[in-house]
């Protein structure tokens, strides 16, 4: 007796690469080689209906094809380098996949790219390592060139891996010197931003309560801006560090609480009209971007500013003409020129949430707190004075 068939067959496709064929089943896309002896392996895989996944899915199958036959990645050009790493490595290579770290690489990749691209792997050597910190240097922004490069290093060791490259040209190079941009921000510009902010619209309010959540708790802006209300528990205030390297263990860190940081957290909570999954979220409800805060952020630090400075005031009052002006051209078509406004950040009233967690930490080390280490809650003991003890008096008894 003939069997019947309960579900549609998986059609078999040619992929224009030798061997390579992809299959499409009822759930999922596969592609797999056929080898000379006839076995089969799997080199892709992606869920039906999913085509960003479809097409890293293919262009991985299709190298890893190349790999099979020629023993080496066919790469042209560092470009196509670049991409392999992209696509292949950078997924499980870095722990921050959040959309902010994504545009951050993808911006890297562009300027990589852009320099080294058109380039053999073979051919890349020292010196266009130092070409491209010099280039990066006179188009203003020498330190940002350094963090490129280094992606470029680490791309390279996998290059040498793959048989692209025989040794990695970008090791042991001194990178471009750069002046450290460091504020030094005092606990009563918080507090007095943070009291500031209580008499504003609700939104201006959950920005002043995270920042005297932060400077309380120091914890991380990135920690602080997507703070789930799961973590505030019977014990006190806990979040999963945000920054540890691929591979390390997770560090919980918890604060305990205090008066003042139940109040904080209170006020958070009654600035949203209902109740949030995210005690700082935007009117939506969502987590902020760090984009989405970043410009907020300036909204209310210029409003702020403005109550206590008659020039900022000004500046701001011929801000808001510009936008009024701006959002009638918009609508007519006609040409208005762009706003050449305040420097705000150059105030020293200014301050952004990065600066805050410093601030805290740098408090806990001027009282001699026994938990300071543990309140900055870095692996190690010397990054917490190298870059957040901001102290400039150091006070110690004499020796007798």
Known sequence: MPTRQTSAPSRKERTGIDRLYKRVGKRKVSWYYQHP???SE?????????????????????????????????????TELIER??????????????????????????????????????????????????????????????????????????????????????????????EKDVRTISRSQIVRFYLWSLKQSPGYQVLGCAG??????????????????????????RVVSAKRKMGEDEVSKLREWS??????????????????????????????????????????????????DREVAAALAAKREWEVLYRAARKTGAHIAPYEGYKLTDHRAYFALSDVRPAAITTKLRNRTDDAYDFAAHANPATTHR??????????????
């Open 37 to 39: 002896g006839g076995s």
């Open 42 to 78: 799997t080199l892709g895989t992606a869920a039906l209906g999913d085509k960003k996944a479809i097409l890293e899915a293919e262009r991985s199958a299709k190298r890893k094809a190349l790999d099979i036959q020629q023993g080496v990645v066919v790469a042209g050009s560092v």
């Open 85 to 178: 790493f992209r696509d292949e490595v950078a997924p499980t290579h870095y722990r921050d996949q959040s959309k902010d770290g994504l545009a951050v690489r993808t911006g890297t990749y562009a300027n990589l790219i852009k320099f080294f691209g058109a380039m053999r792997p073979m051919a890349l050597k020292t010196v266009h390592g130092y070409q491209y910190l010099d280039a990066r240097a006179k188009a203003g922004a020498p330190a940002k060139a350094n963090k490129e490069l280094s992606l470029m290093s680490t791309i390279s060791h996998y290059a040498v891996r793959w048989g692209l490259m025989e040794a990695n040209p970008f090791t042991d190079m001194m990178q471009n010197r750069t």
């Open 212 to 237: 005297m959540f932060t400077y309380l708790t120091g914890f991380r802006a990135a920690e602080v801006r997507p703070f789930h209300v799961a973590g505030l528990q019977r014990d006190g205030v």
């Open 259 to 308: 008066p003042r940081l139940r109040a904080v957290v209170a006020r958070a909570k009654e600035a949203h009209s209902a109740s949030r999954l995210y005690l700082f979220a935007n009117a939506k409800g969502a987590p902020y971007s760090k984009s989405g805060w970043g410009s907020v952020w300036t909204d209310a630090m210029f409003d702020w500013i403005a109550s206590l």
């Open 387 to 400: 870059h957040y003890d901001r102290r400039t008096e150091r006070r110690a008894k004499a020796t007798e």
